[in-house]
């Protein structure tokens, strides 16, 4: 009511308001013509967005962060769930080499018996390990062949190195067989420099064999190689048996102290192969009659 009273008392006004439209329309006009065609406007245009960019990076401030907050979260997600694929990657392929090397350590002991094999001229079957006595003081263990593959009490077992030990029961299909570390083990044997003959026995410890009948003046040293002697008939002769690593002169006393390490690794040995010689067989078979 007050505006149409001040219309009514000012009726000149409405016809200044358009004037001032019309010029405003009229100076944008021309405006844009000239910046159209000699881009005049260019300096004021950059100097407004100069001006105005502050203001716009305060604006897109908390949506950019907000962004920036979902990719890092969805990025450490990626790369959790990568690390954690990578692991178990790894895992396996841990898993799967452990098996490759453990076959490949399987086809190096079958290679270097293989290759002994070449050298034995006498008959020999390769047999596997099936278990070994946990009592410390009892060396033996349990191969997977028996009487039904030849197999008899007192067959001789070598591998790649040298003499393991001698099967003391035949059984069908498996066989129980001493090593030659037992305390209870003895072997003829004799030193392959010199041919000196003597007997090992073992003495419990995996990796020492015990010369007991050594006299204190016998050419005897460290370092000499102890082959089978085939006295006995029960090992062929000419396999590598152990080596001797000590010898101790006592005064006064007989015999010498005269140690040797077996020259197969019995701690690690997982195949053998068994002998079937000509003199062991014509023995087996004098018992059987």
């Not at 990626?78 to 990578?86: D, I, P, T």
Request: no cysteine; charged share 20%.
């Amino acid at each position: 009511m007050v505006a149409s009273r001040e219309n009514r008392n000012n009726p000149g006004r409405i016809p200044a308001l358009g004037l001032r439209l019309l010029g405003l329309i009229f100076i944008s006009i021309l405006l844009m013509y000239f910046d159209n065609r000699d881009s005049h406007l260019d300096s004021v245009r950059k100097s407004i967005g100069a001006a105005m960019y502050p203001l716009r990076v305060t604006v897109d401030a908390p949506v950019r962060f907000w962004n920036w907050i979902g990719d890092s979260t969805t990025s450490r997600n990626r790369l959790e769930q990568e690390l954690s694929r990578l692991k178990a990657e790894r895992l396996l392929t841990n898993a799967r080499l452990q098996k490759l090397n453990a076959l490949e350590a399987e086809n190096t002991r079958l290679r270097a018996l293989l290759e002994a094999r070449n050298k034995v001229r006498d008959q020999v079957r390769v047999a596997e390990i099936m278990s070994v006595d946990a009592n410390p003081f009892n060396h033996s263990l349990v191969i997977d062949v028996g009487t039904q593959d030849g197999v008899f009490d007192g067959q001789v077992l070598v591998d790649a190195n040298g003499v393991v030990g001698q099967v003391i029961k035949a059984g069908l299909m498996t066989s129980q067989a001493m090593l030659i570390t037992d305390t209870d083990h003895a072997l003829p044997v004799e030193v392959n420099r010199n041919g000196l003959r003597t007997i090992v026995v073992g003495t419990g410890t995996i990796d020492s064999l015990s010369l007991p009948f050594i006299v204190n003046n016998a050419d005897i040293r460290v370092g000499d190689l102890l082959v089978t002697s085939g006295l006995g008939g029960t090992f062929p002769s000419g396999y590598p048996v152990a080596i001797v690593d000590s010898v101790t002169r006592i005064p006064q006393e007989p015999y010498a102290n005269v140690t040797a390490k077996p020259a197969a690794s019995l701690g690690e040995v997982r195949e053998v192969m068994l002998i079937f010689s000509a003199a062991a067989a014509t023995a087996e078979a004098d018992d059987n009659e």
